[in-house]
Every structure is written in structure tokens, then in C-alpha cells.
T-cell receptor
Framework: DGGITQSPKYLFRKEGQNVTLSCEQNLNHDAMYWYRQDPGQGLRLIYYSQIVNDFQKGDIAEGYSVSREKKESFPLTVTSAQKNPTAFYLC???????????FGNGTRLTVT | AQKITQTQPGMFVQEKEAVTLDCTYDTSDQSYGLFWYKQPSSGEMIFLIYQGSYDEQNATEGRYSLNFQKARKSANLVISASQLGDSAMYFC??????????????FGTGTSLTVIP
């Protein structure tokens, strides 16, 4: 079945450590996105990529980095520079045009 | 500036009744898309329904319909015959077509719907 896989579902890290969240899709979608969700808030865009080897910052990119070396993969690194990294992270992909975002199941990151 | 506004943090509806979740949006584009997503407590985001800015008819998908009022810039979601499984967070989203933003999606803060047996 086609879909988006995020791993792991839960992730715990110590403050000061970088951590990488995985996102893989087999939908053959060109565009991929990373969103952050905090309690009581909507989704905020961290980074997005419309094609391989190209990506753009979203509204809250500071303290995060991404790569897009393959169409299927769009990993997100939460660096130690991110001041408040504990959150729920959602990866999404879509084809172009009027198509909706398709989401993975999310990774809940806790940094202590 | 807030592009999507959902003014109802929480809503309650009796099972089998209909409920309307409000959404207003702000854009100067003529071409845009409006989406509704459902997020159960498990966390995944489930796409429910889409309305294009040039669509003259309101979108419908099963028990979901979108009440699109372009002049008012509103895109309310109507759920008919509510079921217990409809209890979840609901998010309204808009995609703009500005080339310099890569078709970004903007999300509201969501409405928590509880269906009462």
C-alpha cells in the first residue's frame, strides 16, 4: 500500500543533542513538507521541498535542517539550536495542482 | 497575519444530529484551494474534503459538505448525522497559488468536536 512512513513514533532526547526524524513516501509525490504541531495550535510549516535537491524554509525553520537527496525521502534534523523542540512533527507529501496534503502518522519528540 | 481563522475551540453535538464547524480565510489571490482535515486522538491527519475557489457548487463527500461563501471568505464544514467516531480535532486549511511560496498550506488552530451519545 502506498503511503507516508514516519519513524519513530516516539522519540526522546537530551537537551543539546541533534536528532533526525525520518520521513519516507512511496506515493511518487514531488512535494514534501514538514510541519510542527504544539498543543492548542494548528500546524506550522518548518520546511518544504518541491523537487529533489531543492527545499525552502517555512515559517519556523530556525533550529531545523532538511535534505532531499531522493524523491522518496525528506528527513528533518532538529538541532540543538532549536530552543523548544518538544512537539509533534508531521511529514506530508502531495502531487502538484489541487491535490491535498497526505500525512504520515507523526513523530512525538520529547527533549528533556 | 492569520490566514485561516477557526473561532470555535470546542463544539458538542448529539449523535445523529448535524453540526457546522466555522472557518474563515484571508487571501488576495483569485485562485486558491480550501481543505478540511480530521485529526483523531491518535494524531494522524485525515483529508476530508476540498473546495476550489472557482468551484461554483459546494463540495460534498459522503456525510461531509463544505458551505463555501466566497464573498464572505468562509468555508464551513457541515457534518451530517454525527457519529461517535466523528469526535476529533478538525482543521481548516488553505493553499494559495503564489509562486514564491511553493503552494504553501495555511492551517487554522482547529476545532475539537465531541459527539455525545
Amino acid at each position: 500500500d502506498g503511503g507516508i512512513t514516519q519513524s519513530p513514533k516516539y522519540l526522546f532526547r537530551k537537551e543539546g543533542q541533534n536528532v533526525t526524524l525520518s520521513c519516507e513516501q512511496n506515493l511518487n509525490h514531488d512535494a514534501m513538507y514538514w510541519y510542527r504541531q504544539d498543543p492548542g495550535q494548528g500546524l506550522r510549516l518548518i520546511y518544504y521541498s518541491q523537487i529533489v535537491n531543492d527545499f525552502q524554509k517555512g515559517d519556523i525553520a530556525e533550529g531545523y535542517s532538511v535534505s532531499r537527496e531522493k524523491k522518496e525521502s525528506f528527513p528533518l534534523t532538529v538541532t540543538s539550536a532549536q530552543k523548544n523542540p518538544t512537539a509533534f512533527y508531521l511529514c506530508a507529501s502531495r502531487v502538484q495542482g489541487n491535490s491535498p496534503l497526505h500525512f504520515g502518522n507523526g513523530t512525538r519528540l520529547t527533549v528533556t | 497575519a492569520q490566514k485561516i481563522t477557526q473561532t470555535q475551540p470546542g463544539m458538542f453535538v448529539q449523535e445523529k444530529e448535524a453540526v457546522t464547524l466555522d472557518c474563515t480565510y484571508d487571501t488576495s489571490d483569485q485562485s486558491y484551494g480550501l481543505f478540511w482535515y480530521k485529526q483523531p486522538s491518535s494524531g494522524e491527519m485525515i483529508f476530508l474534503i476540498y473546495q476550489g475557489s472557482y468551484d461554483e457548487q459546494n463540495a460534498t463527500e459522503g456525510r461531509y459538505s463544505l458551505n463555501f461563501q466566497k464573498a464572505r471568505k468562509s468555508a464551513n464544514l457541515v457534518i451530517s448525522a454525527s457519529q461517535l467516531g466523528d469526535s476529533a480535532m478538525y482543521f481548516c486549511a488553505m493553499r494559495d497559488n503564489a509562486q514564491n511560496t511553493g503552494n504553501q498550506f495555511y492551517f487554522g488552530t482547529g476545532t475539537s468536536l465531541t459527539v455525545i451519545p
